[in-house]
């Protein structure tokens, strides 16, 4: 009974957000602080606080366990840590009184550009990613931040975090089923493929765009590559 009581007890958290390119504290911060078992059921308990001028929050009364941390502010991102994790995670014990802990985020960037083929034209519907140049992250430790699809003039906006990244156009992959034209007057019938800034086949070949605290970056222009459609392998079951 008693270790029952011991796991029982509830822990607190109490730090303050700032602003990572100043230092300064971030008043206004929406910080949620989740536990559960994200791969499955997904989360269980959910706490909130808002920072105020000092940055301060306190979240307290809290079930201990493994916390994903979430910061919202308008024209701010959320810092990311080193790893996997695209978000924090700050570990609870029972009847832990966790102080001083700091949070970060950075003002935001955006990225504006567009999508064309090899005419200029520009083409609608395409995906563009934002890719880490390493070593700000490791290859395989971010997933990427991708913007809505190009719009009917071709254009993207990608709001992220400061740094530096390779962009990436990436068609829909549905259209690439099928083997090119044959064409007498010897133009070009294969499809799309999945094209690196500012019209490169890999991230190696590619430009880097580098996106400064609180600015935008306009003027992308991606030019779409043809390549040989995707091979399609055919399971039969025996």
């Known amino acids: 009974m008693l270790s029952a009581a011991l796991v029982a007890q509830p822990a607190s958290i109490d730090g303050t957000v700032v602003n990572h ?14 536990t559960g078992d994200f791969g499955s059921r997904g989360v269980e308990q959910a706490y909130g606080a ?12 809290m079930k201990p366990g493994l916390y994903l941390v979430m910061l919202e502010r308008a024209g701010f991102v959320q810092t990311q840590p080193p790893g996997l994790m695209p978000f924090a995670t700050v570990p609870l014990k ?8 700091k949070l970060e985020m950075n003002p935001r960037a955006m990225i ?11 083409v609608p519907g395409i995906a563009v990613q934002v890719q880490p140049v390493p070593p700000d992250r490791e290859p395989g430790g971010f997933f990427g931040r991708w913007g809505n699809p190009t719009d009917d003039r071709g254009e993207f906006r990608i709001l992220t975090a ?23 007057d010897g133009s070009n019938s294969a ?21 400064a605290p609180g ?3 306009a003027g992308i222009e991606i030019h779409l590559r043809r390549g040989a459609p995707a091979v399609h392998a055919l399971t039969v079951a025996a």
């Open 21 to 34: 390119a100043t230092g300064q504290p971030l008043s206004g911060v929406h910080v949620r602080l989740m």
């Open 50 to 61: 808002i920072s105020d001028k000092a940055g301060h929050f306190s979240v307290t009364g």
């Open 94 to 101: 029972p009847g832990q009184d966790l102080t001083g802990h």
């Open 112 to 122: 504006l550009g567009r999508v064309v083929d090899e005419y200029g034209d520009p």
């Open 162 to 184: 400061p740094g530096k990244y390779y962009l990436q156009a990436s068609p829909d992959r549905l259209d690439n089923c099928c083997e090119p034209e044959i064409r007498a």
């Open 191 to 211: 499809p799309y493929v999945a094209t690196y800034y500012p019209s490169a086949a890999d991230a190696k070949s590619a430009a880097i765009v580098q996106a």
């Open 215 to 217: 600015q935008d970056v």
